[in-house]
């Protein structure tokens, strides 16, 4: 298949979105929780999230506008300044994938959906008990994307739980054994395999590419 750019935007809304959303490959799915002035916990899921920094630990997502709709998620963040991002597990697919559903302001997808809140600390935003890879976040940045009303929101890490059996030697977190989830376009969920790891590398320790195939 060939698409040029008349074609893919002569493409059935429904069918544009999901080619845009899958063809980049598969993307972390992770659930969002944050908590209003008024207490009410959110949870949504979210795919659009990346690593941004180490030192500082910075993570971003993207965050489309809010002009016409109602982002509980982003006006939380604005609100109080922190959130959690939590894994999806084989376990807890299903509950996770309907968090995207539009509720009332004033319900929890945490009760509707079937998922736990767990606090620490003095941290207002929930993470999700049922989760088994964990961070808090506080709000760094709002980017605003010029060419599409979008936002990028950047927070710093301030907590992660997790299990110490899920990572390697070189403190690297094993996907595969923590049963983490990605997804594709809109509603594919995809478990993870580890096939191969490299060493890190640099170019002052080889004579030429070929010493690395």
Do not use: W
């Not at 060419?147 to 299990?163: F, P």
């Not at 059996?165 to 595969?176: A, I």
């Amino acid at each position: 298949m060939y698409l040029n750019k008349k074609s893919i935007n002569n493409l059935d809304r429904i069918q544009r979105i999901n080619l845009m959303n899958s063809i980049s490959g598969i993307k972390p799915a992770l659930l969002i929780g944050t908590k209003s002035k008024e207490n009410v916990p959110n949870l949504a899921i979210f795919s659009s999230i990346v690593h941004i920094n180490s030192n500082p630990s910075l993570f971003g997502f993207f965050l489309r506008t809010t002009k016409n709709n109602r982002r509980d998620t982003y006006q939380n963040i604005m609100a109080n300044k922190v959130y959690t991002l939590n894994h999806v597990n084989t376990s807890i697919i299903k509950n996770s994938h309907y968090t995207s559903l539009k509720f009332n302001a004033n319900i929890s997808e945490f009760s509707l959906c079937n998922l736990t809140e767990q606090y620490i600390d003095d941290f207002y935003a929930p993470f999700v008990e049922e989760s088994k890879i964990k961070i808090g976040l506080k709000l760094k940045e709002v980017v605003k994307l010029k060419t599409s009303n979008s936002k990028l929101v950047v927070g710093e890490v301030e907590h992660i739980i997790s299990n110490d059996k899920f990572y390697d030697e070189t403190n690297t977190l094993r996907l595969d054994h923590s049963d983490s989830i990605c997804v594709g376009g809109l509603n594919s969920y995809y478990s993870l395999k580890k096939e191969l790891s490299f060493p890190y590398i640099s170019l002052k320790n080889i004579n030429s590419i070929q010493d690395l195939l």
